[in-house]
């Protein structure tokens, strides 16, 4: 057993003893000489890690127009039409924007469409135009032949021919000609925008929505009445926002207007022989 009596031992050096420590000095001056290193700014590092935080990529609006340092391959040429991207800004327009090209559209004469949708033509109204077109064609001529048979007392039948053959021919019409005009005003060395030209005969389609619920007066000399004057707003609509261009082409941009102004008078034709027209 260990008594209780404590023996000191002294700051001596004992075998297999670790020395004391003695205190420090209260004050310690440390001198730095004068470095000679440099300081660079941060450097806009490439690449996936890079000297500063970067936000996002969708939240800069980088979705539409590629990071610069990002990794991803930029889509150039023919492959950058199969893109999202490549479409946006043909959709980027306001309900304000859509309604102003529509009264515009209903005023064929003054002929400043055009000029208004140089640098910012949409293809939002022509595709919502279009389909407004074909539910239109198809529920109307459904009720008026609906009406028509109960009247005489006969069987009815839906037709779902109406709608596929709507959609055919607006959707049809409505990319087929503006394609077929911009092929033949760049041989004529007048050419224009491919999409400003659908902006164009997608607005000038819009003047048969009224049209067609006219169509559903039972008279046919009101019928062919409202199909004569939407086709001839149409064709003006489109001629005269046209004709200016088209001047460049020589001696036969009259020919080539003529040909837009008759085939918009066509189209009315054949919609009021197809959905006009109400046969029991």
């Not at 930029?74 to 327009?93: C, K, L, N």
């Not at 910012?120 to 539910?135: H, R």
């Not at 000399?221 to 004709?243: D, E």
Request: hydrophobic residues 45%.
């Amino acid at each position: 057993m260990m008594s209780g009596n404590y023996t000191s031992i002294g700051n001596q050096n004992v075998a297999g003893s670790v020395p004391a420590v003695s205190d420090p000095p209260s004050h310690v001056a440390v001198k730095f000489t004068d470095s000679s290193l440099q300081t660079f700014p941060p450097s806009g590092a490439q690449g996936k890690i890079s000297g500063a935080a970067q936000p996002p990529r969708d939240a800069d609006d980088s979705f539409g127009k590629p990071a610069s340092g990002s990794d991803d391959p930029q889509q150039s040429g023919w492959f950058r039409s199969f893109t999202i991207a490549a479409y946006r800004p043909y959709f980027d327009v306001d309900t304000s924007d859509v309604l102003e090209r529509i009264k515009d559209s209903l005023f064929p004469f003054k002929g400043s469409f055009s000029e208004k949708t140089a640098n910012n033509p949409d293809l939002y109204g022509p595709f919502w135009i279009c389909t407004t077109l074909i539910f239109v064609a198809a529920s109307i001529g459904t009720f008026v032949t609906y009406i028509a048979h109960k009247v005489q007392k006969k069987e009815w039948d839906y037709d779902i021919n109406l709608m596929t053959w709507s959609a055919g021919l607006f959707y049809g019409y409505v990319t087929i000609v503006p394609l077929a005009l911009y092929l033949v005003l760049k041989y004529f060395s007048a050419p224009s925008g491919f999409v400003h030209l659908l902006c164009l005969y997608g607005y000038s389609l819009f003047i048969f929505i009224p049209a067609m619920c006219l169509s559903v007066i039972p008279q046919e000399i009101v019928r062919w009445v409202v199909a004569g004057v939407a086709g001839f707003m149409s064709a003006t609509f489109v001629a005269l926002n046209l004709r200016n261009h088209i001047k460049s082409a020589g001696e036969s941009w009259f020919l080539i207007v003529a040909g837009i102004f008759l085939l918009q008078l066509a189209l009315a034709l054949v919609l009021k022989l197809y959905l006009f027209t109400i046969s029991v």
